[in-house]
Structure formats: C-alpha cells, structure tokens
C-alpha cells in the first residue's frame, strides 16, 4: 500500500515537474495542498445571477484589487504622491533604468493617454524628468528627479504596510501558494495584452481559449 502510494507520488511529481519546469519540491507540495481542496457548490436561486467558479475567482481578486487601491490611496497621503497609479510608474521608471515613455505607461496596464497626462501632472510636481532618447530623438525617455527617488523611497514604507495589513490573514506559505498558482495568467496576459487590444473581444477569447 505504501509503495503504491509512494509509487504514484512519484508519477504526480514527474508530471508537475513537466508542466513546471524549475519547480521546487515545496512548490510541489503547496500545490498538491491546493489539489485537496475540495469544490463547494452552489445554488442559484430562481430569478438571481450567480458567477460561475470563473467568475467566482475572478470577482474575488477584482474585490481585493479595489480594497488593495482604495487603502493604498489613503496611505499615500502627505507622502507627494496622489494614487497608486502615481506609485507604479515611478516604480516602473527606477527600476528600468530611464525607460521609454510609452513602455514605462504600458507596463502599468494603462491607456497610452491616462498614461501621458500622468506623467505631466508628475512632472509639474518635479517628480518626473523628460529627455531625446540618443538613438532616435522622436522617443522620449523617462528618469526620476532627485525630488521624485525621494518621493518613492518615502511612499514604498506605507505601501509595503498596506501590502502587509492586506494579506494578514495569510501564512507565508499560503502567499506562496498563490503567487505560484496565479503567476502563470500574469505572465500569459503580459505578454499578450497589448498585442490584443485593436483585436475584437470574440478573436481574443479564441486565441485565449484555443
């Protein structure tokens, strides 16, 4: 019994292995945690409109998302920053080493306009300077003013806390649960996102879905 067991144990790691290559031993067992959770069901009752486990999942993360905004736009206050918006283009500009302006916009998921009218109002303030790539001069690129590495240095403290009171609930582990298993659909719509946008949404649902 035991070695059927510890038989088919194997089999599972082969196959998870396969599907995740560079996978951990203690990312396996995270995930074969997740595999014992078992399915509740849920009654629709008569004349109401229920998600599906899909939407169900996804609705869960959109409400977090907005909690995770509105408490960060409140612990951004006093800090010379506005939104959290404001936060992840600034980040995004440190971390990229002087980035091209539209890269900088879309690598936030935002619209190329939001994204430019931003980055004037973060300029105005002195947070944000603009100069001629040297390689081609119809390109802008971004860097931080001394005024704006400052600025973020002192918003990263409230919103790591935000982050922290956020997900306090949770194990370490269990972080590490879900970052494993909703880490793959970022990486996919990362690299799709853009490419997809002028497309209609039935020619995005196949080629998501096919």
Known sequence: MVVNQTVELVKRWGAYEAQHPGAS???????????????????????????????????LLRRIGKFHIA?????????????????????TIYN????????????NIMELSSGSNMLIRLKKRGLVSEYDDEQDKRVKRLKLTAKGEATL???????LKVARMMVNELTDEQKRLCI???????RRFSGLFQKQRAKPFDEIYLENIG
């Open 25 to 59: 031993i203690e990312d396996f067992c995270r995930y074969q945690l997740a595999q014992n959770v078992k399915p509740e069901s849920y009654g629709t009752p008569k004349g109401d409109l229920r998600p599906d486990l899909n939407g169900q999942l996804v609705i």
């Open 71 to 91: 408490y960060s736009n409140k612990a951004l206050e006093g800090t010379g920053l506005d939104q959290m918006e404001e936060f992840g283009i600034l980040v």
């Open 96 to 107: 990229q080493k002087n980035p091209i302006k539209s890269e900088a916009i879309y690598n």
């Open 153 to 159: 240095l002192t918003a990263k403290e409230v919103v």
């Open 180 to 186: 494993q298993l909703l880490s793959p659909i970022d």
